[in-house]
């Protein structure tokens, strides 16, 4: 078998490892109904320990390229005709552009184990009660200390919601603001904003992007007032509002009593020695929501979110969607608050940005 592992490169193992399956299976050379090498056989001939070997089986399996079968081992269930006709030398680099075979954060796995392994002794039977509705108190306690260090964002728990990622949040957006307004988002954005929206029955505006953020005459032309907007690194564009810009968002959601929806996915990731201001706490008199997630600081994978409501929309929030349960698991909530409190997650992303700062000077 042609499997190796590079000790130099830093991905983990269990990632180089998966993207060699993935490479072949897309190629062919694995086609749907065959049975991969076992585990320990793939131990063996690269070195890796038999539990590094599972953790990329597990996540072929979780990506929808294999499927664990009883008494039969690890067996591949993709189907060439599952990617629209794509020709297969085309697939593998389809894949990984879209970010969807690799964790790009470089989160330590051995800290997320070591975490989980300490939230199993220390919680005890608590990970089997049900959360609530609006996330875990652990979580949203240390979400807003987290928040008030490392952003500059003063909140209370009951402002914080917790949920399944960003899409999910979207979703919620929707219900709490409704589909009688007219929703504008940036053009070009990610897909799924749009995709989200259009699903619940919303109608988008698309306005277009200039380089410090949504052109002035597009705002100024819409009728929209509820505005999603991605102030940090939009994709697929690149953009970073400035902050003049980001002072305009404000103005024009102020003139129109308008609601902003600030997604700040990957914002903790900048390489600027000061974090990115975020529009939520630049005026308090704006209505802000506030969405950020931990799929790109931890790990794709990592299917949680949360959104920070401005004070005067909890109570109507509670009101209207208080009832719904909170979509995450207890453990995986537990694990993050122990992330945040034991800051192994802030230590994380300053070496990412120090990082990222080094690579940015050559």
């Known amino acids: ?107 330590p796995f051995s800290v997320i184990t070591r975490t989980m392994r300490r939230v199993m002794l220390d919680y005890g039977d608590k990970i089997l009660v049900k959360s609530d509705n609006h996330g875990c108190p652990e979580l949203r306690n240390e979400l807003c200390l987290y928040l008030a260090r490392s952003r500059g964002i003063f909140v209370s728990p009951g402002q914080i919601v917790v949920g399944s ?3 999910y949040l979207y979703g919620m957006v929707v219900q709490l603001l409704g589909t009688d307004s007219l929703y504008a988002i940036e053009n070009p954005s990610y897909k799924k904003i749009y995709n989200v929206y259009n699903a619940m ?102 299917r949680v979110g949360y959104m920070i409501l401005p004070e005067k929309m909890v109570d109507v929030f509670n009101e209207k969607l208080g009832f719904y349960s909170c979509p995450v698991p207890i453990f995986d909530q537990y694990v993050l608050a122990e992330l945040l409190k034991s800051g192994d997650f802030e230590r994380h992303i300053n070496r990412v940005r120090r990082k990222r700062r080094k690579e940015n000077s050559h």
């Not at 597990?58 to 629209?84: H, M, N, P």
């Not at 939009?234 to 902003?260: M, Q």
Request: charge should be neutral; charged fraction near 30%; include cysteine.
């Open 201 to 302: 029955g919303v109608t988008c505006e698309e306005l277009k992007m200039n380089v410090d953020g949504i052109d002035s005459d597009e705002l100024k032309r819409t009728k929209a007032r509820i505005l999603h907007i991605t102030p940090f690194n939009s994709y697929p564009s690149g953009v970073t509002a400035t902050i003049s810009k980001k002072h305009e968002y404000l103005r024009w959601a102020k003139r129109r009593d308008g609601v902003l929806i600030e997604d700040n996915y990957d914002s903790e990731l900048t390489v600027s020695r000061k974090p990115e201001e975020p529009l939520f706490s630049m005026d308090r008199d704006v209505n802000v929501i506030y969405i950020n997630t931990f799929s790109r600081t931890i790990a794709s994978a990592i």
């Open 1 to 107: 078998m042609n499997y190796t592992v590079d000790r130099n490169e830093h991905k983990p193992a269990y990632i180089q490892l998966y993207r060699q399956f993935v490479r072949d299976i897309t190629a062919g050379v694995y086609q749907y109904g065959d049975k991969l090498p076992s585990k320990r056989t793939l131990a063996a001939d690269t070195g890796l320990s038999v539990i590094t070997v599972e953790h990329a089986m597990t996540l072929l399996c979780e990506e929808g390229y294999a499927e664990a079968r009883q008494r039969s081992g690890i067996t591949v269930i993709y189907k060439g005709e599952d990617f629209l006709g794509q020709k297969r030398s085309e697939r593998a680099p389809m894949l990984e552009k879209s970010g969807v075979v690799h964790n790009t954060s470089e989160f």
């Open 165 to 167: 990622g960003a899409e």
